[in-house]
């Protein structure tokens, strides 16, 4: 049976958490009484979103309750999370000054797309490098620390894309089967371990209206979400204890089709739904 998950008084660090579904996340757990730490590279806009929170952290029934609020609610800092340098020390700062951190969502993400053969290769390297190299080092800096406590929670962001195909995008992609990969290589290493303590959550959207994706043509069975609704299904699935939260519905029946059908006939699926064309006119960031 799947343990429900926790979150009062925890201590959550969210990476892109300046805006996006990022900021969503936060948002969730801030409105369930966890402990902030929120990283990006983007100083101004990652001030704006802890000020937001601040106050909603805690909060009961739209007012305060003193006793309930934490002494520190939101902890912010500039990481560039493909520095693993910088994610060690301030991995060490965080447990030292505002306690261990439970629960590590790792969301920060870029995309390029485009014809594979007109991508500058230090864009191509970028998207390994956040996608997936940063979640290597995320997972190195904390899991120390919670296997010594016996109990953490990776929150690991993946995408539709992370189980099929699609042109255009062929290095964002592979980050996103590499997150899977990752994840389920972990997850069962923990369990052959014995750790149970450890969990892991992978989130799989398909196209999301933040600004990423401007552009794409969203295939049919396969609406674009809102932010909002992505995030909060996604929160939602992580709180109920899930391994693997997939949205909308028809990305949950992705593997199986493709596990049934034989290549061709999946192929010609994807196309008439309009996947495999999706990227082509995307301008988004
Ligand atoms: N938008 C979509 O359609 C979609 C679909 C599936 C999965 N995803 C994934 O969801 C996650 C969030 O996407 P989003 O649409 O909210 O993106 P977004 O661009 O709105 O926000 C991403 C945040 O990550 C930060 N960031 C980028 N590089 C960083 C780095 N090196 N270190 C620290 N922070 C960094 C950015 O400054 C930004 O605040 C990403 O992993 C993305 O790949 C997005």
């Keep these: 049976m799947k343990k429900r998950v926790d979150v009062a008084g925890k201590v959550v660090l969210i990476t892109g958490a300046a805006r ?7 948002e969730h757990f801030a409105r369930d009484g966890a402990r902030l730490v929120l990283w990006d590279l983007d100083q101004a806009e990652l001030e704006k979103t802890a000020a ?33 340098r910088r994610v060690h020390e301030e991995a060490a700062a965080t447990a030292a000054e505002f306690g261990p951190v439970d629960v590590v969502v790792n969301n920060a993400g870029i995309v390029a797309g485009g014809k594979f053969e007109e991508m500058p290769e230090a864009k191509l390297a970028a998207v390994l490098d956040v996608n997936l190299k940063s979640l290597v ?15 953490g929670h990776f929150v690991n962001v993946s995408s539709a894309s992370g ?46 209206d933040t600004g990423m994706f401007r552009g ?25 204890g899930e391994y693997m939260v997939r ?3 028809m990305v949950r ?23 495999t064309t999706s990227m082509r006119d995307w301008r988004g960031h």
Excluded: N
């Excluded at 996006?20 to 936060?26: I, R, S, V």
């Excluded at 912010?76 to 520095?83: C, L, P, R, Y």
């Design 253 to 275: 029946f992705t593997p199986a089709l493709k596990a049934l059908l034989p290549q061709k006939v999946f192929d010609s699926v994807s196309e008439i739904l309009g996947v």
């Design 247 to 249: 949205v909308p519905l």
């Design 20 to 26: 996006g579904m990022g900021k969503l996340w936060a």
């Design 52 to 84: 937001e929170l601040q106050p909603r952290s805690g909060r009961k029934q739209g007012r305060w309750r003193r006793a309930d609020r934490p002494p520190s609610d939101v902890r912010t800092a500039v990481v560039d999370v493909t520095d693993s």
């Design 137 to 151: 080092w995320l997972h190195s800096a904390f899991l120390p620390q919670m296997l010594a406590r016996g109990t």
């Design 163 to 208: 189980f099929i195909g699609v042109p255009y995008m062929p290095t964002y992609a592979a980050s996103k089967w590499g997150v899977i990969g990752f994840t389920e290589s972990l997850r069962l290493e923990m369990e052959l371990a014995g750790h149970m303590g450890i969990r892991f959550t992978l989130f799989c959207p398909s196209y999301v």
């Design 216 to 240: 794409v043509r969203a295939p049919l069975l396969v609406p674009l979400l809102t932010p909002e609704k992505a995030v909060q299904q996604g929160y939602a699935g992580f709180r109920r």
